[in-house]
């Protein structure tokens, strides 16, 4: 049973441009939840995405912005990229049939903007 | 004032010792909570969901005050694998939008 994947693992961007960076939900999990953590920090909240649509929005940008296709798998993709968006991008996935909806994450992607 | 606050650390203990981790909570809404493990570089994995009656998982016992809002974990016999940054979690389940809440993380070094 695969768990949630997401690519690429490692990326480094410059300033202003544009990333896209995928997760594949655990299987069986309809929800997908992405995260950015700086170094030091916890993860901070950046959306999430169930039945294609977007269930709710952290604090961050309209430069983020997602989209979750037919078969559960999530994009996350951020423009105008500024030193700051440096960071570890974690995707979680869950299930809605379940009641507490744990979350699994991904491994990262590692995004470092020069 | 951060929505979930924990011990700053990092806690460095030796094997076999008893080590307790506390947070505490802002959002009165909140409806679940958990531990997740991070360790180094890799993602955070779930350690244990808190219950309001406190729970145990081997070593692990959690423990939840609604009424302080404060959250603590305790580990037993302290393992070298034990070393790593526990995070506190908090998912305030608005009306089926749950988004998780993490505090910044206790680091743990556990010492041969």
């Known amino acids: 049973d695969a768990g949630v994947t997401q690519s690429p693992t490692h990326l480094i961007k410059t300033r202003g441009q544009q990333v896209t960076l995928r997760c594949s939900p655990k299987?069986?999990?309809?929800?997908v939840s992405w995260y950015q953590q700086a170094l030091g920090q916890g993860p901070q909240f950046i959306f999430q995405y169930y039945e294609e649509e977007e269930r709710q929005r952290g604090n961050f940008p309209d430069r983020f912005s997602g989209h979750q296709f037919p078969n559960y798998s999530s994009e996350l993709n951020v423009n105008a990229l500024l030193l700051g968006d440096s960071a570890l991008y974690l995707c979680a996935s869950s299930s809605s049939r379940n009641r507490q909806e744990t979350q699994y994450f991904g491994p990262g992607t590692r995004l470092l903007v020069l | 004032r951060k929505e979930v606050e924990q011990d700053p650390g990092p806690f460095n203990v030796p094997e076999g010792a008893t080590v307790a981790f506390n947070c505490t909570y802002s959002n009165s809404a909140s409806q679940s909570f958990f531990w997740y493990r991070q360790d180094c570089r890799k993602e955070p994995k779930l350690l244990m969901s808190?219950?309001?009656s406190g729970n145990e998982d081997g070593r692990f016992t959690a423990q939840l005050n609604r009424a302080s809002q404060y959250i603590s974990l305790l580990i037993r016999d302290s393992k070298l694998s034990d070393s790593a940054t526990y995070l506190c979690?908090?998912?305030?389940?608005?009306?089926?939008?749950?988004?998780?809440?993490f505090g910044s993380g206790t680091r743990l070094q556990v010492q041969p």
């Open positions: 979690v908090v998912n305030r389940g608005e009306g089926g939008r749950r988004a998780l809440t």
């Open positions: 299987s069986g999990h309809d929800t």
């Open positions: 808190v219950y309001s």
